[in-house]
């Protein structure tokens, strides 16, 4: 279970949104890489597996690791002017780059 990230209702609706046009069974996973510009990105996939250390949250699934650095956080969707898309304010993030897609810590 994934208690210390919130997720906002239009990040939830989007999920299952995504999640409807994929095979019954599928999951969205939130995961940190290494990476990007500053460091770590965040990456969003559609599995079907869950792993031994995934953490669930109805139909989204977070390995442990990128859960503990995404603990505190909030996960919304968002409408910008540069498009579309997941944005996650990270209280353990130092710094990020213009784009928010990846951060350092």
Known sequence: MIKEIKFTDKAIKQINNLLSQKDPGSFFRIAIKGGGCSGFQYEFTFDKKLEADDLKHENILIDKTSADLLKGSEVDFVSELIGDQFKITNPQSKS??????SFSI
Do not use: E
């Not at 990020?96 to 897609?101: D, E, I, K, L, Y």
């Open 96 to 101: 990020s780059c213009g784009c928010g897609v």
